[in-house]
């Protein structure tokens, strides 16, 4: 089965650090990275940040100079790694990648089941 398995999530104090993982796994033939949201309660699901196929990242303004997305093209995984981290930054973090799946050779776009990241004061 293809899909995105997120990892990483969890219990952390103001100031302290995570990083997020999201691994590909399934027949597939390339992974395409293209971002990490979040969701809190009671809120709309928000761009953290996106990445091109190029490398170009964005960020969100709230996270600049704080989060950064990284890649494994070796271990189909990208990663969010999340310091300084706020009260504010506590939602469910998703991941979000293309995949060209080899049983029919095109791309589809997955998301991860989601990571619980808590941010206690």
């Known amino acids: 089965q293809v899909q995105l398995v997120e990892s990483g999530g969890g219990l952390v104090q103001a100031g302290g650090s995570l990083r997020l993982a999201c691994a590909a796994s399934g027949t597939i033939f390339r992974f395409n990275p293209k971002g990490w949201y979040r969701q809190a309660p009671g809120k709309q699901r928000e761009l953290v940040v996106t990445?091109?196929?190029?490398?170009?990242?964005t960020y969100t303004d709230s996270v600049k100079g704080r989060f950064a997305i990284s890649t494994d093209n070796a271990k189909n995984t990208f990663y969010l790694q999340m310091n300084s981290l706020k009260p504010e930054d506590t939602a469910v973090y998703y991941c979000?990648?293309?995949?060209?799946?080899?049983?029919?050779?095109?791309?589809?776009?997955?998301w991860g089941q989601g990571t619980q990241v808590t941010v206690s004061s």
């Open positions: 990445i091109a196929p190029n490398g170009t990242t």
């Open positions: 979000n990648a293309d995949l060209l799946r080899i049983a029919d050779r095109r791309w589809y776009e997955y």
